[in-house]
């Protein structure tokens, strides 16, 4: 029988909680059914393996890391627009350091809220990209280039790779700065 309370989303939950303190890759079942106080096998009763876990906790994060994205993009445009959702991002990378690696886990096409959290987050990159007349096949190689480059600083900030003497909020800055060049004066 499982325990009072426990359901698989308060097991996602909690999982993405320990994921935060002690990191994304060191997260295991057993360390959760300790945290959760439950007995390994009994925690099979609500995800069936560190696989489903790891899916389930991707979704979570990719449906967080969408609701942040779509509320920082409401009103804006252009550049305005193109710094906020890269700022939202960067923000949740830094309060969700266990979680936001698990957002980079492409959706499983069998969940359909993975899916949906998804295109919510490429549908509002898209709205931006729009804006600077970038559509279809061009919009395509314009979001993986933003992605591409807010994962990378963000991943390089995370790990301490940036030791030059110059403020890393500036640099981030210019990364955004650069985005927006480079979308204004996209080539087919």
Request: proline residues 5%; glycine residues 10%; positive net charge.
């Amino acid at each position: 029988m499982p325990r009072a309370g426990l359901t698989p989303s308060t097991v996602v939950r909690e999982a993405a909680r320990l994921a935060d303190e002690v990191g994304y890759e060191r997260l295991t079942l057993a360390a959760l059914a300790g945290r959760l106080g439950v007995a390994l096998p009994s925690l099979y009763k609500h995800v069936k393996g560190a696989d489903a876990l790891s899916q389930k906790l991707a979704a979570l994060a990719v449906d967080e890391l969408a609701d942040a994205m779509t509320s920082a993009a409401a009103g804006r445009a252009g550049v305005d627009g193109l710094r906020a959702v890269a700022t939202a991002w960067r923000d949740y990378a830094r309060r969700h350091p266990g979680r936001y690696p698990a957002a980079q886990r492409v959706p499983d096409p069998a969940d359909p809220e993975h899916v949906a959290a998804g295109r919510r987050a490429l549908d509002t990159i898209y709205a931006i990209l729009r804006g600077y007349g970038l559509t279809g096949d061009a919009a395509v190689d314009a979001a993986r280039l933003f992605r591409s480059a807010v994962h990378g600083f963000i991943t390089l900030e995370a790990a301490g790779g940036f030791g030059l003497p110059r403020g890393i909020d500036r640099s981030f800055d210019q990364l955004v700065a650069a985005l927006d060049t480079a979308y204004r004066d996209w080539r087919a």
